[in-house]
């Protein structure tokens, strides 16, 4: 019969030899991925998003000999391809690569199927996309005082434009309204090329949306950039000032990701962020993106998972204040 001692002994070890047995197993399956192709998820149409992932796609199936596929699911602001990720089996071989809308704003606004922070684990992001606040150069508004001023002046008549309600230039707009006490009317479009159209023509006053979108009606002098909403200048719009610099915490950025289903192995997930770091890290790559409005912006995936925290909360908030449902 064993004693207590011995029986404790005899638990310790088992103990430390199936620890020492998982360790070696999740090591030999990173050695082992990927042995077939990896499926990046977009869960939106063609855009930026688009770009950033079939490029870091086509440098992981250089790097690793195995193909990289893009397969694109939009819909339901992203929701349709996070859900396709959230419920994949979790060995790295489905992977979202995604801008934080479905993450952070849909799940605040939609009774969507899956938990951002339960059912997916950040990998970590590549990109920051900064949106920029533009007008009709037809209207005469050059900065985001007259705006306000105007805005004052008429209260209600000034409209801004979105990609949808709840859409990172919605919220952006209704914390300009919230903050400088004016009233813009919101006018929802389905995506971010029909609210930039509805600028261009001049059926509404304003638009806070992708940088890269606006930066070739920038330069034609079509619109004018009143404020980007990082947290500081754009290197892409040096001398725009960043919105914050009038109204402190007025900051809104898209940031570029990837995440993969929960439970993912640990080892599989370091490989994968190694492998997407030395990509960020390429000269090449990010003058690519530089040249069509994108900056890179390396968050490694702890630090992404307490930002997509905050941000829930954020735009909970800010929700909250401003009325803003899916009805």
């Given at each position: 019969m064993l004693t207590k001692r011995a029986f404790l002994s005899t638990v310790a070890t088992a103990g430390a030899a199936t620890g020492f047995a998982l360790s070696v197993g999740s090591r030999a399956l990173a050695d082992?991925?990927?042995?077939?192709?990896?499926?990046?998820?977009?869960?939106?149409?063609?855009?930026?998003?688009?770009?950033?992932?079939?490029?870091?796609?086509?440098?992981?199936?250089?790097?690793?000999?195995?193909?990289?596929?893009?397969?694109?699911?939009?819909?339901?602001?992203?929701?349709?391809?996070?859900?396709?990720?959230?419920?994949?089996?979790?060995?790295?071989?489905?992977?979202?690569?995604?801008?934080?809308?479905?993450?952070?704003?849909?799940?605040?606004?939609?009774?969507?199927?899956?938990?951002?922070?339960?059912?997916?684990?950040?990998?970590?992001?590549?990109?920051?996309?900064?949106?920029?606040?533009?007008?009709?150069?037809?209207?005469?508004?050059?900065?985001?005082?007259?705006?306000?001023?105007?805005?004052?002046?008429?209260?209600?008549?000034?409209?801004?434009?979105?990609a949808g309600i709840g859409s990172p230039a919605h919220f952006c707009s209704e914390m300009i309204n919230h903050q400088a006490g004016i009233t813009m009317t919101h006018v929802p479009y389905k995506a971010a090329a029909a609210a930039m159209n509805a600028v261009l023509a001049g059926t509404v006053t304003a638009f806070c949306g992708p940088i890269a979108q606006a930066l070739p009606f920038l330069k034609s002098g079509q619109v004018y950039a009143l404020g980007v909403s990082g947290s500081k200048p754009s290197p892409q719009l040096p001398g725009v000032p960043p919105l914050s610099a009038a109204y402190p915490g007025?900051?809104?950025?898209?940031?570029?990701?990837?995440?993969?289903?929960?439970?993912?192995?640990?080892?599989?997930?370091?490989?994968?962020?190694?492998?997407?770091?030395?990509?960020?890290?390429?000269?090449?790559?990010?003058?690519?993106?530089?040249?069509?409005?994108?900056?890179?912006n390396w968050i490694p995936g702890s630090e992404l998972s307490q930002k997509i925290a905050a941000d829930l909360k954020k735009w909970h908030d800010l929700m909250a204040l401003a009325g803003i449902h899916a009805g």
């Open positions: 082992e991925y990927p042995s077939r192709a990896i499926h990046f998820i977009l869960p939106f149409p063609a855009g930026p998003t688009d770009l950033v992932t079939r490029l870091y796609a086509q440098r992981i199936s250089q790097d690793w000999h195995e193909p990289a596929v893009v397969d694109a699911r939009p819909g339901a602001t992203g929701s349709i391809g996070a859900q396709a990720v959230a419920q994949a089996k979790p060995d790295g071989y489905t992977l979202l690569f995604t801008v934080d809308l479905p993450i952070t704003m849909a799940p605040n606004l939609l009774k969507v199927p899956y938990d951002p922070q339960r059912d997916l684990i950040p990998i970590a992001a590549v990109m920051e996309a900064n949106n920029v606040l533009v007008t009709n150069a037809a209207t005469g508004i050059k900065t985001l005082a007259e705006l306000i001023a105007a805005a004052k002046a008429k209260p209600g008549a000034l409209t801004f434009a979105s007025l900051v809104i950025t898209n940031w570029f990701g990837v995440l993969a289903p929960a439970h993912t192995p640990d080892a599989i997930r370091d490989k994968l962020a190694i492998e997407l770091k030395k990509i960020y890290d390429d000269p090449e790559v990010k003058q690519k993106l530089l040249s069509v409005g994108l900056e890179p």
